[in-house]
């Protein structure tokens, strides 16, 4: 899950939020109800689209295009919605970057946050899905 680690990372570096205390990976995880009322987030990887080839990647592709949902959780519409903006900024601004496992052309967010309804335990969610284009290092 090297896309999943690198999208935690610049989460963390923005100041978004914590892995394994309010920001949490797969579709595994067992996300708690924070004490504090504040908002979660949840990482899950979907189906992306194909690879980009250029005449000079022979061995494997230039661009790999893997994708991700981004959900924000919470108590209250205004902590969910404002946790998913948060997130969403911060992908947003991803251009040209070298991020743990490779180069980053962008990360794009596919729409803006919506509201999701509600999870088993009441929470609100608002989410959106991100496509992103790097180049891996291997």
């Not at 797969?26 to 979660?40: C, D, F, K, N, Q």
């Not at 494997?60 to 969403?88: G, H, I, N």
């Not at 919506?114 to 335990?121: P, S, T, V």
Request: charge should be neutral; glycine fraction near 8%; hydrophobic fraction near 40%.
């Amino acid at each position: 899950m090297p896309f999943l680690d690198d999208l935690v990372t610049e989460l963390e570096d923005a100041g978004v939020g914590t892995w394994g205390l309010d920001i949490f990976t797969s579709t595994r995880a067992e996300i708690p109800v924070l004490p504090s009322g504040e908002a979660s987030l949840q990482l899950i990887e979907t189906g992306g689209t194909s690879p980009e080839n250029t005449q000079n990647a022979l061995g494997q592709p230039a661009f790999m295009r893997p994708s991700a949902q981004v959900l924000a959780r919470a108590k209250s519409k205004v902590q969910a919605e404002t946790k998913a903006w948060d997130a969403y900024r911060v992908f947003f601004r991803v251009r040209n970057k070298f991020i743990n496992s490779g180069w980053y052309r962008d990360i794009k967010p596919l729409q803006a946050p919506i509201d999701l309804g509600l999870d088993d335990r009441g929470q609100i969610k608002y989410g959106f899905n991100v496509l992103a284009a790097y180049n891996r290092r291997d």
